[in-house]
């Protein structure tokens, strides 16, 4: 199980930090990442973290999100500052599990006004 929190209104230019546990597993966690979909868009990613620390980041975040990792807890964090109306989605965790199977949240928004 997957969950997520943290989203909400926020102006432009302003910052939010999302949270993400996954429950435990007999299976090892793997990467974790945020994916985001806004409106009339498909599904892309944001961030992701490797079990080593090596992330990704979608251009368009690029310096300014911030992924992070605490694996003591299983979750996986992201800080998100200088926020614009483009970033304005449902923002869902994704846990990559061993043997190839993973998870996701339910998502939290993300609404960013101008």
């Known amino acids: 199980q997957v969950e997520e929190s943290g989203g909400g209104l926020v102006q432009a230019g302003g910052s939010l930090r999302l949270s993400c546990e996954a429950s435990?597993?007999?299976?090892?966690?793997?990467?974790m990442g945020w994916y985001r979909q806004g409106p009339g868009r498909q599904r892309e990613l944001v961030a992701s973290?490797?079990?080593?620390?090596?992330?990704e980041y979608a251009e368009s975040v690029k310096g300014r999100f911030t992924i992070s990792r605490d694996t003591t807890k299983n979750a996986v964090y992201l800080q998100m500052t200088s926020l614009k109306p483009e970033d304005t989605a449902v923002y869902y965790c994704?846990?990559?599990?061993?043997?190839?199977?993973?998870?996701w949240g339910q998502g939290t928004p993300v609404t960013v006004s101008s």
């Open positions: 435990s597993s007999i299976f090892r966690i793997n990467g």
């Open positions: 994704h846990v990559e599990y061993g043997m190839g199977s993973d998870s």
């Open positions: 973290i490797s079990s080593r620390g090596s992330t």
